[in-house]
């Protein structure tokens, strides 16, 4: 059974910065691209940032320069920095896995490309 757990949630102020967690298996943290993505009440999911089995990254225009997606070194934990945040930041945040056709960044913030989901953290900015 594939799980991804997510913490790391919570209410901030705007300008302030979190760092969201995603507990992933070895299988799945080593041979699956990942992501985070996240969805507005009312609005479409939304692909955020995500990472190839080789640490290559892509992010979404509206957070490049703020958010940090990374792979723990020592654990098979994924990672969301969240700096400078904004109250359009507010969101159900989502880790996923890709399938296994998804291998690189192209189509990574799709959420079609992808079949296993944590169960989401809310993040909200005031």
């Known amino acids: 059974h594939v799980q991804l757990v997510e913490s790391g949630g919570g209410s901030v102020q705007a300008g302030e910065s979190q760092r969201l967690s995603c507990a992933a298996s070895?299988?799945?943290?080593?041979?699956?691209?990942l992501a985070w993505f996240r969805q507005a009440p009312g609005k479409e999911r939304e692909g955020v940032a995500c990472?190839?089995?080789?640490?290559?990254?892509s992010y979404a225009d509206s957070v490049q320069g703020r958010f940090t997606i990374s792979k723990g070194v020592a654990n098979y934990t994924l990672y969301l920095q969240m700096n400078s945040l904004t109250p359009e930041d507010t969101a159900m945040y989502y880790c996923?896995?890709?399938?296994?056709?998804?291998?690189?960044?192209?189509?990574?913030?799709?959420?079609?490309?992808?079949?296993?989901w944590g169960q989401g953290t809310q993040v909200t900015v005031s």
């Open positions: 996923a896995r890709g399938r296994v056709i998804l291998r690189t960044v192209v189509g990574c913030r799709n959420p079609q490309n992808f079949g296993i």
């Open positions: 070895a299988f799945t943290y080593t041979n699956y691209l």
């Open positions: 990472i190839t089995t080789d640490g290559t990254t």
